[in-house]
């Protein structure tokens, strides 16, 4: 299965249009999109609005693939979970965001291995073709922020 | 968050977020859920500080931790002026080119100040030890 998330806050129809167009040109039939309130009426694909945070972790869990904006609870879900994870960051020139903090997250993430970037629809249609040719294993992430950042906190508050 | 709780265990944890269904990922503390509101709107954030006043005055915490946004400013705030309680602003990983504007906002009331970004630390800012991946 593939799953797509666009996040809680604003629909993001650039992004399941272009996945909807790829689906139903490469008549693939297991999408899942947690699309929000979108009034975009999907081709191919499957949509729900919302998802409870477990249905979205139960969903992550079982997908072979997850597209999604670029937001860090997406990013950091897939990583724990070890699933191969394409973003596509909202822009806020688009209307997407409030600011464009989404495309500085996928400029950072960009050169890294860890996760794929997407910054239009057409890397992102080229991209979905090759991810899906060679859906590849990932080990998951620990599920433990950085021990310094962890440690400086403990410090704080039990000395 | 999740990421962070090796960093509080063994303290009593109360947790607070907008979204409700968060109550079932929560087992070793209490939980609320206020409404969320931003600096777009008025109303909204009356109605959340209100909600906060509760819970911080029900709690009373000696620590407040949060990685934003405007219900984890109002909460340090008042927390801190109603308690004196030391205060920890994690500022999210998400603001990569500049700090979220709560956490802009927060510095003078954080005790503990930190960026999850190297190149956002300086020596009048928050700091940088490390971030939640």
Redesign the interface.
Known sequence: MIFVAVG?QMPFDRLIRAIDSWADSRGENDVFAQCGDTGYTAKRIRMQSFL???EFTRCVESADLIVSHA??GT??TA?EKGKPILVMPRRACLGEHRN???L??A??FAPSNSIEVAFDEQELIAKMDRLVCGRESRSP?S????????????D???Q | M???????S??SVAFVST?P??E??VQDGRFYAVRDASLSSKLGLVAMTLQLFRIVLKERPQ?V?STGAAPGYIAIRLARLLFKA?T?W?D??????QLSTSGQKIGKHA??W?T?WPHLANDNGPNY?????
């Open positions: 809680t409870s945070p477990q937001g860090m990013i950091i990583l464009e903090h989404q500085g997250t400029r950072n992430i599920c433990d922020a950085n021990p310094s950042l962890i440690k400086t906190i403990q704080f508050i039990f | 999740g990421r962070l709780r090796p960093a509080l063994g303290a979204n269904d968060h079932a990922d620590y931790i030391r920890i994690v999210s990983i998400a603001n990569v080119d005790d503990l930190l999850q030890v490390g971030a939640v991946v």
